[in-house]
T-cell receptor, first 115, second 110 residues
Framework: DAGVTQSPTHLIKTRGQQVTLRCSPKSGHDTVSWYQQALGQGPQFIFQYYEEEERQRGNFPDRFSGHQFPNYSSELNVNALLLGDSALYLC??????????????FGNGTRLTVT | SQQGEEDPQALSIQEGENATMNCSYKTSINNLQWYRQNSGRGLVHLILIRSNEREKHSGRLRVTLDTSKKSSSLLITASRAADTASYFCATDGSDYKLSFGAGTTVTVRA
């Protein structure tokens, strides 16, 4: 049973560029959440997708956008990259029903470096 | 901003000793969860405690929750080298967004 998979594992981009990160949720899960984790910090909630719609959003600018596909996989897009966007981007999946009582299953993340 | 704050920031113990870390949060919660993260990898869920529960056990883990003090503690008994990791508490409020603290880094020395 495959867990949460993310691609790519590492990425180096230049300031001003755009990036797309991908996530496949754990089998049977229908909800995907994205987190940004700066070095030495805890994960910060970016947004959450269910039924192909953004359901919740954290305190991130519109440069951060996402998408969920009918097969529940998801993409995170970041436009006009800044040096401060360098971080580990984590995808987590769960079930929507019982979302407040079920644990998140995390992928191993994409390490984004902006130079 | 982060809802939970773990204390201490770092902890170094000998193998076989117990490790205790605390989490404080600001607003009322539905539940509190603890996660472990090995260096540079994804987080792994350890335990979930609901707001109406006071204590929960899972193997060598013991979690307490005091909603009146808005705090929780995670105890790892008989620590092993494999317990070396960062530990995060996560809380959800009325919006069900899970908010993580900055974590406690635990080093278990052989």
């Amino acid at each position: 049973d495959a867990g949460v998979t993310q691609s790519p594992t590492h990425l180096i981009k230049t300031r001003g560029q755009q990036v797309t990160l991908r996530c496949s949720p754990k089998s049977g899960h229908d909800t995907v959440s994205w987190y940004q984790q700066a070095l030495g910090q805890g994960p910060q909630f970016i947004f959450q997708y269910y039924e192909e719609e953004e359901r919740q959003r954290g305190n991130f600018p519109d440069r951060f956008s996402g998408h969920q596909f009918p097969n529940y996989s998801s993409e995170l897009n970041v436009n006009a990259l800044l040096l401060g966007d360098s971080a580990l981007y984590l995808c987590a999946s769960s079930l929507w029903f019982g979302v407040n009582n079920s644990p998140l299953h995390f992928g191993n993340g994409t390490r984004l470096t902006v130079t | 901003s982060q809802q939970g704050e773990e204390d201490p920031q770092a902890l170094s113990i000998q193998e076989g000793e117990n490790a205790t870390m605390n989490c404080s949060y600001k607003t009322s919660i539905n539940n509190l969860q603890w996660y472990r993260q090995n260096s540079g990898r994804g987080l792994v869920h350890l335990i979930l405690i609901r707001s109406n529960e006071r204590e929960k056990h899972s193997g060598r883990l013991r979690v307490t929750l005091d909603t009146s003090k808005k705090s929780s503690s995670l105890l790892i008994t008989a620590s092993r080298a494999a317990d070396t990791a960062s530990y995060f508490c996560a809380t959800d409020g009325s919006d069900y967004k899970l908010s993580f603290g900055a974590g406690t880094t635990v080093t278990v020395r052989a």
